[in-house]
Structure formats: C-alpha cells, structure tokens
C-alpha cells in the first residue's frame, strides 16, 4: 500500500531533506508534494514553516482484472480441445523440435552483432577539430583544470557548424563531474564565457565519461515515473530544483502525454518542474 509523511521545515528542501533521513531513502525513491509554502513573515513576526507530504513504499499494480478475465476462457476450452489434442500430439512433435533447433541458433548470433553497434555515436563526432575555437577551448580548459588540480585529455569535436562538443577522458572524473553534474556545468558555462567573449558566438557542451546521456535517460525514466503517478492519483507533483537543460528534457519527455501537462515554478537557482495531472489534455 502506498504511504507517505507529513514533514515541516524552514525551507521546502529543508522539509524533504527531513523526510529522507527519516525514511533512510534517497530523493527518486520517494514523490514529494508541497502542501504549504514557507513564509517569511515581517521581523520573524507571522512566518510559516514549508510542509511537504512525501509518498512511498510500492505502487499497487493493476494486475488482477487482466487474470479474472482469463480464467472463464480457459475454463471453456478444454471440453472442446481434448478430443483434438490426442491426435496432433502424435503425429507433430518430431518436426516441431526439428524446427526449434536452428531458432536458438539464429538467436545466438544476434547478440553478437549487437556490440559491433555500439561505436557509432562516436564516429557521429567526426575527427577532433584545431580551429580557432578549438584552440582557446584546449587553452582555457588546460589552465583550468591545472587551478584546480586535475587532470585530463581534453577532445574537441565539431559535429555541426557552431556547436563544440568538448570530452574530457581519465581517471577521477567524478571530481570534474560533481554531484548531479554541478562541477561539469560550472566548467561548461566558464568555457563558454572564455570563448565567447572575444566574438563569433559558439555553443560548448562539455562532458565526460557520458555523463550527459545518461542523466537525460534518468531524467527521462523519472518524468515517466512522475507522470504515472500524477495519473494515477490526480495529482500535481513537485521535481527537485533542475537547470535550465534538465527542465527542457522532462517538459519534451512529456508534451505528448495524456492528462499531464508540465510547467516550471520557482527562480533561480532553485526553480523546478510541475507535472500537473490536466483532465482535458488528450
């Protein structure tokens, strides 16, 4: 059965963070909705502490209709079926098995192919670039990552015209990356700057051991999760703070989705996603 808490706090992340180390769970485990906002009040006078409610445990599947509907099915057949299964018993099940044999086969080879399809995003990049651009990149990131202590090889591809794709390759990466990508995010946007400043506007995205795609696929599960249960239960579920990027790929992953609808409430750095469940959207 699905439960949840009632937590307070000074601030909405203070609440939920309370409520996490409550129930020993990290935040994508949980679904957090905001049931009072905290207020400040005038001289500590009139304030309101935030209050979350935040739900967990197993979602109840909807699983036994599907069963009930199949058991009158069987129960009518087998009088139909036995007088009809005793002849084709005997007579079909040497081809079958003769026929069985080179399927497994086939399915065996599949996967064998499988990896040799893997490299491809790789060749989408193309050669490493030495323009102009690339040059103040490698420059820029190269006195970077020495103030900071760090080290990596820093590849610069151009996959299309105006947009520079930026991988950092070596060991202790998580210190480059940071905690949900916050470190990658802070180098990416002073590259950007560095390299922008002296004209002939350019995009940088940074990234390193592909990090980006797979937090756009996390993203992209847990705005799935959240958009079942703003169905299921007729509710408006709050995200935690996201950038700007983040934002975009939960409001893509569901513009086409039935009954939800998703906005952005907040300001920076602290503004988030609203998967709001709407009746009418088909």
């Not at 086939?106 to 499988?114: F, N, Q, S």
């Amino acid at each position: 059965m699905r439960q949840y808490i009632d937590v307070t706090g000074k601030t909405e992340d203070e609440a939920i963070s309370a409520a996490l180390a409550q129930l020993s769970m990290d935040r994508d485990d949980v679904s957090v909705e905001i049931l009072e906002r905290a207020k400040a009040g005038f001289l500590g006078l009139g304030s309101c502490p935030a209050k979350v409610r935040v739900y967990y445990g197993p979602e109840e599947e909807e699983a036994a209709p599907v069963q009930e509907e199949q058991k009158p099915e069987r129960a009518e057949k087998p009088a139909e079926s036995k007088p009809e299964r005793k002849p084709e018993k005997k007579s079909e099940p040497k081809p079958e098995r003769a026929e069985r044999k080179p399927k497994k086969a086939e399915k065996t080879e599949e996967p064998a192919g499988k990896p040799a399809a893997e490299p491809a995003p790789v060749q989408d990049l193309g050669e490493e670039v030495d323009d102009e651009k690339a040059q103040a990149i490698r420059k820029f990131l190269t006195g970077l990552l020495e103030q900071m202590d760090a080290s990596a090889v820093i590849k610069v591809y151009q996959p299309e015209k105006g947009r520079y794709k930026v991988i950092l390759e070596g060991e202790h990466m998580g210190a480059l990356i940071g905690r949900r990508g916050e470190t990658l995010d802070a180098i990416q946007q002073l590259t950007s700057y560095a390299v922008n400043r002296t004209g002939g506007r350019v995009r940088v995205q940074l990234d390193a051991e592909g990090y980006r795609s797979k937090r756009e696929q996390s993203l992209q599960n847990l705005a799935r999760k959240t958009a079942a249960k703003t169905v299921r239960y007729r509710r408006n579920f709050t995200l935690e703070p996201m950038n700007a990027y983040e934002r975009h790929v939960i409001h893509v992953a569901l513009q086409d989705m039935a009954h939800v609808t998703t906005y952005s409430t907040g300001t920076e750095p602290n503004r988030r996603v609203v998967v709001a469940y709407d009746r009418e959207k088909q």
